[in-house]
């Protein structure tokens, strides 16, 4: 397995991005349906430094599936990333809405980042080899 470690980094970082941005338009969504990271102004450093590791930590797995799997096209990464959001984070968010009294819209609103992450990544990663 070889892995392309700036790639991994920036993934890692532009997901990162990403998801600032996508949290800070979907504030005012979130914030109707109660969701606390919602009603923050601004989150603090560690918090924001934990992500950072998260991010990278994803693009990693995501990486190292690439490499095993071998895919090498923008259609393969595509289809693994749907893949991994249908078993992972999905399956995840439908257990907190029927079992932890989440929000369907909150749950909703991290399903559209889990999938637009998982996207970004397998596409650079497979690409940039």
């Not at 070889?2 to 914030?31: C, D, E, H, K, Q």
């Not at 102004?41 to 998260?54: C, D, G, I, M, N």
């Not at 071998?70 to 029927?98: K, N």
Request: proline share 5%.
């Amino acid at each position: 397995m070889t892995l392309n470690y700036l790639a991994i980094v920036v993934a890692g970082i532009a997901v990162f991005a990403f998801a600032a941005v996508y949290y800070s338009l979907m504030a005012p969504r979130g914030a109707r349906s109660g969701a606390p990271w919602a009603q923050r102004r601004r989150p603090p450093p560690t918090l924001l430094a934990l992500e950072l590791v998260k991010a990278l930590v994803v693009a990693a797995v995501v990486a190292g599936l690439i490499s095993l799997i071998r895919i090498t096209d923008v259609v393969g990464a595509a289809e693994l990333a749907l893949a991994l959001w249908v078993g992972f984070p999905v399956v995840l968010l439908i257990g907190s809405v029927t079992q932890e009294n989440t929000p369907t819209e909150t749950a909703a609103i991290h399903a559209g980042d889990w999938l637009a992450k998982l996207v970004i990544i397998a596409v650079i990663v497979a690409i940039w080899r």
